[in-house]
C-alpha cells in the first residue's frame, strides 16, 4: 500500500488569491492524480500528474486555473489559482503501484470567502 | 450516459446483519477493474476491495466481499455483520484501460450511497 499525505488538511481563503496543496506519498509511485469533491457530490477527477512533464486535463479543467508539479515519482503540488467561492471543495490527491490499487491522501478542505 | 450507476442515495441496516449496495457499470473496455472505497464524515477515502475484470472469483477482504456479475455489469459490495463504525458515505468507481495507455489508472465514480448502521 502507499501513505498519502497532503499539506494543509484545510484552509480558508479570500477570493482572488491562489493555494497551494502539496501531497507527499512515502514511496515512489507511477500513477499521482489530483481529484475535487464539491460539497455533497461526488468525486471528480481533474488531471494526471506525469512525472517530467506537464499534467493531463479532465475536461472542464485548465492548467492556467489548476496548475500542477510532478518534480519527482513521490511529490506533487496542485494549485487553485485565482479563487471563487465555487472552488470550495474538498481536493484529494491520489496514487498507487499497481493496477489493482489506488489509494487516496486524507484531502485538503478549502473554503473560499 | 453515466458510466458508474449507485441508485441508493441512503440504506439503512441494523447492527449485526448483513448490507448489499448497488453498483452497476457500464464500459466496452475488456480490461477494466471496480474499485469499492467508505468515506466517513471525516472526509478520508478509504479503500475497500477491488474486483478486475479479468478475475474468476468475487473479491474478498474481511466482512467486504464483491458480489460481481460480469453479464450484467453489476459489482455490489456486500457488508456482513454491520457495525456502527460502519456508517458512511460508499463509493463504487472504475478504472478503464490497460496499463500503459494514456489514461490508464484514474477512476470514474459513482455518485454515492450513505449507510446508516441502526444499533
Known amino acids: 500500500s502507499a501513505v498519502i499525505s497532503q499539506k494543509p488538511s484545510r484552509d480558508i481563503c479570500q477570493r482572488g488569491t491562489s493555494l497551494t496543496i502539496q501531497c507527499q506519498v512515502d514511496?515512489?509511485?507511477?500513477?499521482m492524480f489530483w481529484y475535487r469533491q464539491q460539497p455533497g457530490q461526488s468525486l471528480t477527477l481533474i488531471a494526471t500528474?506525469?512525472?517530467?512533464?506537464?499534467?493531463?486535463?479532465e475536461s472542464g479543467f485548465v492548467i492556467d486555473k489548476f496548475p500542477i508539479s510532478r518534480p519527482n515519482l513521490t511529490f506533487s503540488t496542485l494549485t487553485v489559482s485565482n479563487m471563487s467561492p465555487e472552488d470550495s471543495s474538498i481536493y484529494l490527491c491520489?496514487?498507487?503501484?499497481?493496477?489493482?490499487?489506488?489509494?487516496f491522501g486524507p484531502g485538503t478542505r478549502l473554503t473560499v470567502l | 450516459a453515466q458510466k458508474i450507476t449507485q441508485t441508493q442515495p441512503g440504506m439503512f441496516v441494523q447492527e449485526k446483519e448483513a448490507v448489499t449496495l448497488d453498483c452497476t457499470y457500464d464500459?466496452?473496455?475488456?480490461?477494466?477493474?471496480l474499485f469499492w472505497y467508505k468515506q466517513p464524515s471525516s472526509g478520508e477515502m478509504i479503500f475497500l476491495i477491488y474486483?478486475?475484470?479479468?478475475?474468476?472469483q468475487n473479491a474478498t477482504e474481511g466482512r467486504y466481499s464483491l458480489n460481481f456479475q460480469k453479464a450484467r455489469k453489476s459489482a455490489n459490495l456486500v457488508i456482513s455483520a454491520s457495525q456502527l463504525g460502519d456508517s458512511a458515505m460508499y463509493f463504487c468507481?472504475?478504472?478503464?484501460?490497460?496499463?500503459?495507455?494514456?489514461?490508464?489508472?484514474?477512476?470514474?465514480f459513482g455518485q454515492g450511497t450513505i449507510l446508516t448502521v441502526h444499533p
Open positions: 514511496s515512489q509511485v507511477t500513477m
Open positions: 500528474a506525469n512525472q517530467g512533464s506537464e499534467a493531463t486535463y
Open positions: 474486483q478486475g475484470s479479468y478475475d474468476q
Open positions: 491520489s496514487a498507487g503501484h499497481a493496477y489493482n490499487e489506488q489509494f
Open positions: 468507481a472504475m478504472r478503464e484501460g490497460s496499463a500503459g495507455g494514456t489514461s490508464y489508472g484514474k477512476l470514474t
Open positions: 464500459t466496452s473496455d475488456p480490461s477494466y477493474g
